[in-house]
Nanobody
Framework: QVQLVESGGGLVQPGGSLRLSCAAS????????MGWYRQAPGNQRELVAT???????NLADSVKGRFTISRDNARNTVYLQMNNLKPEDTAVYYC?????????????WGQGTQVAVSS
């Protein structure tokens, strides 16, 4: 069984920063691409950032220059550093990872962590 556990969400004022973490654990042979998605109330889930196993990154236009995605392969962990947060960044943030286990490769999702940006 594979689990993704997120941490680091919270309430922050506009212009502030937060760092999200997501650690994968369980029966893992290899962690492939990892990423972060978010879903605001009434909206569809949208891509925020992804990072491949070779550390190539892709960020949504709305967060470029403010957010950074990185990973620690030794810890099977992905991070999202969020700077200069705006009220429109308020959402539940979900971690996603494509993981190869002994019998198959599939996508996994974390439980979500709330990020609220408000004065």
């Amino acid at each position: 069984q594979v689990q993704l556990v997120e941490s680091g969400g919270g309430l922050v004022q506009p212009g502030g920063s937060l760092r999200l973490s997501c650690a994968a654990s369980g029966s893992i042979v290899r962690v492939n691409a990892m990423g972060w998605y978010r879903q605001a109330p009434g909206n569809q889930r949208e891509l925020v950032a992804t990072i491949n196993s070779d550390t190539r990154t892709n960020l949504a236009d709305s967060v470029k220059g403010r957010f950074t995605i990185s990973r620690d392969n030794a810890r099977n962990t992905v991070y999202l550093q969020m700077n200069n947060l705006k009220p429109e960044d308020t959402a539940v943030y979900y971690c996603n990872a494509q993981i190869t286990s002994p019998f198959y490769t599939r996508d996994y999702w974390g439980q979500g962590t709330q990020v609220a940006v408000s004065s």
